[in-house]
């Protein structure tokens, strides 16, 4: 950590040195081009890179930061340092309100939806009087500070920059935390991450709101830079311009941001000399060779040219090993022994004329693991869905602790203590270990995005951290914890399932084919784990089709057949069965 802050302090401190050396002003305004762009880019590389949500209206949010403080500035007595806030407030309000809207759609619905209220909100600036029509405001106040203007060459670059990199350091800060490893699952494990309590809309608006925040300041500060605003710098090929940034340097990585960013701004400034040379006519062709260039690196390097750093020097990961001992975390109190945990009457799923899941009854008592077996397409991961809320139940009730959870969502359910795994191992491969696990602990914390930005949670993140180390030793992946979670095999991503459903502390585990890719020292391991959690007083519900680790460990078992349950009783009077005999082997003719 020591070692983190002092690079991050040097990283500050070339902000000045740079502003020393004597580069021609031309260069100085170049880089103040590449900081402006790079405070978007930077926002929507949370977005889209990491957050996975395809935005094209970035330079509305610009042009509303640019428009306020010029409007304010040049008709009221405002000063600017106070009305880049009103633009943040007008800028917050519209990318709740926007969206709350827009952030529900999926698929190629959403970046549509981004071009239409960006060129919405381009339109509205070009057409309004009191913002000069498409003429724009001229006469913008310079940016002064104590008396001097800081709103040209060195001055504005230092101040800039000195943003650029707090923004950086805010963004890294924010995605090394619970909060961050919320937002890292949006983009590929929104099912998981609804299952462990995450609310999966609630951090998209967040992210949308905080790319939004940044592009806000970016527009404030352009318009103080400029001296004058119009709607040009503000529509759709700039909202496309800044996508592109982002994608050049590595939409996956914060400094991607600015890579992306100085390439775009110094290739279309020198590609608008050399073409027309090259050519013989003027013209707009830079645009012709981004689109090429696009092409090239979205075939070739689909990472972005960031990618290429962090090949030679990878990001550092942790490799200390959290402290081991009392952790101070909200606990779930137990239900008594024997008390009935989960009801689940007369449950019925169907798709359409399939019946999937017939009116399926059981329950499950405290300390006690129960089966749920069957043939393969017998209907046990649907029962699980709808236990978990994945999927709405077509009919039946639903009862944990005589609450009925029939009709919430995973995450509400996951909130009234139940975690689980899936039958198809759901994790993102480039977390680590520990954190993958930790995601599973989300609900036990507090700390948001705000707190995670300013490295105020930092306290609580070492607790949440300690607790995913404790769960990793229990299943026996303590010499794992920092390694890429994609690098493991299916067996060990089967027990990082299992940890990190235990970081929920849940009253009712739900365990979907925890034991398939495990050898047999790992399923012995695992069973030792069953029974220790049935002992803690846990109750658990298994799907398997490991006859010898549910005999070993189940008290009870549900048997389905064709989506209704065929027989409930005990391991022994589950094998005796010819019922049971004939669904799995065929009836003897």
């Not at 967040?206 to 001296?227: D, P, Y």
């Not at 069953?530 to 070993?552: A, K, N, P, T, Y």
Request: net charge positive.
């Amino acid at each position: 950590m020591k070692a983190t802050l002092l690079g991050r302090l040097a990283l500050l401190a070339i902000v000045p040195l740079v502003a020393l050396l004597p580069l021609p002003e031309f260069w100085f305004t170049q880089l103040n081009y590449i900081g402006l762009y790079s405070l978007v880019t930077l926002g929507l590389v949370l977005l889209t890179g990491i957050g996975g949500l395809t935005s094209f209206g970035q330079a509305a949010f610009v042009g509303i930061g640019a428009y306020t403080t010029a409007w304010l500035t040049l008709n009221t007595e405002l000063s600017p340092w106070l009305t880049i806030w009103v633009g943040l407030a007008i800028t917050a309000a519209s990318a709740l309100v926007l969206g709350w809207v827009t952030l529900r759609m999926s698929g190629h619905y959403l970046p549509l939806a981004t071009i239409a209220w960006g060129l919405a909100l381009y339109y509205l600036m070009g057409n309004m009087d009191a913002l000069g029509k498409y003429d724009g405001l001229l006469g913008v106040p310079a940016l002064t500070l104590g008396g001097i203007d800081i709103s040209r060459g060195k001055p504005f670059f230092i101040f800039l920059w000195l943003l650029v990199f707090l923004g950086a350091f805010a963004l890294l800060n924010l995605l090394d935390s619970r909060t961050g490893r919320a937002i890292r699952a949006l983009r590929t494990g929104s099912q998981m991450a609804e299952s462990m309590g995450v609310d999966t809309l609630r951090h998209k608006i967040g992210i949308f709101l905080i790319a939004a925040l940044f592009a806000c300041v970016s527009g404030w500060l352009f318009a103080h830079f400029q001296r004058t605003v119009n709607p040009s710098p503000f529509g759709l090929k700039m909202g496309i311009e800044y996508l592109f940034m982002a994608v050049l340097g590595g939409a996956g990585y914060i400094w991607g941001a600015i890579t992306g960013a100085a390439l775009t701004k110094l290739m279309e400034d020198q590609l608008q000399v050399l073409l027309p040379r090259l050519i013989g006519t003027s013209g707009s062709f830079e645009i012709i060779v981004f689109g090429i260039l696009l092409v090239l690196v979205l075939k070739y390097l689909p990472d972005g040219l960031w990618s290429l750093v962090a090949r030679l020097r990878p990001p550092a990961r942790r490799t200390g090993v959290p402290v081991d001992g009392p952790i101070d975390l909200p606990t779930r109190a137990r239900p008594g022994h024997g008390e009935v945990v989960l009801q689940v009457q007369d449950v019925r799923k169907t798709f359409g004329g399939l019946v999937a899941v017939n009116d399926v009854s059981f329950e499950i008592r405290a300390g006690e693991i129960m089966g749920l077996i069957g043939p393969n397409g017998a209907g046990k991961s649907t029962t699980f869905n709808l236990i978990t809320g994945v999927l709405a139940a077509s009919g039946g009730t639903v009862r944990l602790q005589g609450e009925t959870i029939s009709g919430l969502r995973s995450r509400q359910i996951a909130r009234r203590g139940i975690a689980r795994s899936f039958q198809h191992v759901k994790m993102i491969p480039d977390m680590t270990v520990l954190e993958n696990v930790a995601l599973g602990a989300h609900l036990r914390g507090q700390a948001g995005a705000l707190r995670a930005m300013l490295r105020l949670d930092r306290r609580e993140e070492q607790r949440l951290l300690a607790l995913a180390a404790q769960q990793l030793r229990r299943v026996g992946m303590a010499d794992q914890m920092h390694e890429l979670a994609g690098n493991l095999a299916m067996g060990p991503q089967r027990l990082l399932e299992i940890a990190r459903a235990l970081c929920a502390d849940p009253t009712l585990l739900l365990l979907d084919e925890p034991a398939a890719g495990l050898r047999y020292k790992e399923k012995q391991a695992l069973a030792a784990v069953l029974r220790q959690l049935r002992g803690e007083g846990m109750s658990i519900l298994l799907v398997e089709h490991d006859m010898d680790l549910v005999m070993q460990v189940c008290d009870r078992m549900v048997v389905m057949e064709f989506g209704t349950r065929l027989m409930e009783g005990t391991p022994a009077e589950v094998q005796a069965s010819p019922a049971v005999r004939a669904a799995y082997l065929g009836t003897e003719h």
